[in-house]
């Protein structure tokens, strides 16, 4: 079965430094989305992207936050200037088409871990 | 403004019933839920749309009552592989078309 994968796992940063998330998402999925979770909180939705585009962004992602999907495959999370309080989970998820899903449920990655010293 | 479930958290013995409900302040499109295990990715479940359906998927099954913007996840029969988190996820009506907001989660424990 087809699944997202995202790498790395598990990232340590220094806190300032930027780092950059990837995500591969389903190859025939148009809609591709960011989530994160502290540990042991519930998932928290950052943004989400269709036709290179953001399509909807939580109050979470502000400038120190940008997507991109450099080519066909990939998409990626850069956190710049990162905080102690970016350490989480960071979730990719696609789904096959739009409205959230609707009638197409959300895919999710096995996540990075990053944490941030 | 996230959905509400309840209750935080069921311990439950293998072959027990649960029932996890999740609320919305705002009108629902759909409510997606999910289940996550410890140190893994959220896995999808099943999907309801406004309509008041209910959906089954082997012993679990959900109900949405579009009236009432709650949702609630059924869990019959349960077995040690259900444990882990529940998440509802919640599409609201006029906003946020690729939006999923989850709830705060449902901390379930199947013991034998």
């Known amino acids: 079965e087809p699944e997202v994968t995202q790498t790395p796992s598990h990232q340590v940063t220094q806190m300032g430094q930027e780092v950059i998330l990837r995500c591969v998402p389903i190859?025939?999925?148009?809609?591709f989305y960011w989530y994160r979770q502290i540990l042991g909180q519930k998932v928290e939705f950052l943004v989400s992207f269709y036709n290179n585009e953001i399509s909807e962004k939580s109050e979470i992602f502000d400038d120190q936050f940008s997507v991109e999907r450099p080519d066909g495959s990939n998409f990626t999370l850069k956190i710049r200037s990162t905080k102690l309080e970016d350490s989480a989970m960071y979730f990719c998820?696609?789904?096959?088409?739009?409205?959230?899903?609707?009638?197409?449920?959300?895919?999710f990655g096995n996540g990075t871990r990053l944490t941030v010293t | 403004q996230q959905p509400v479930q309840s209750p935080q958290a069921v311990i439950l013995r293998e072959g027990e019933d649960a029932v996890i409900n999740c609320s919305s302040s705002?009108?629902?499109?759909?409510v997606h839920w999910y289940r996550q295990k410890h140190g893994e990715a959220p896995v999808f479940l099943m999907i309801l749309l406004k309509g008041g359906e209910q959906k089954g998927h082997d012993k679990i099954s959900a109900s949405f009552n579009e009236k009432k913007q709650q949702s609630s996840l059924y869990l019959t029969a349960s077995q040690l592989s259900y444990s882990g988190t529940y998440f509802c996820g919640t599409e609201w009506m006029n906003t946020g078309f690729q939006k999923l907001v989850f709830g705060t989660g449902t901390r379930l424990l199947v013991s034998p």
């Open positions: 705002k009108a629902l499109y759909s």
């Open positions: 190859s025939n999925h148009l809609y």
């Open positions: 998820a696609s789904s096959e088409s739009g409205r959230a899903g609707g009638n197409s449920p959300l895919h």
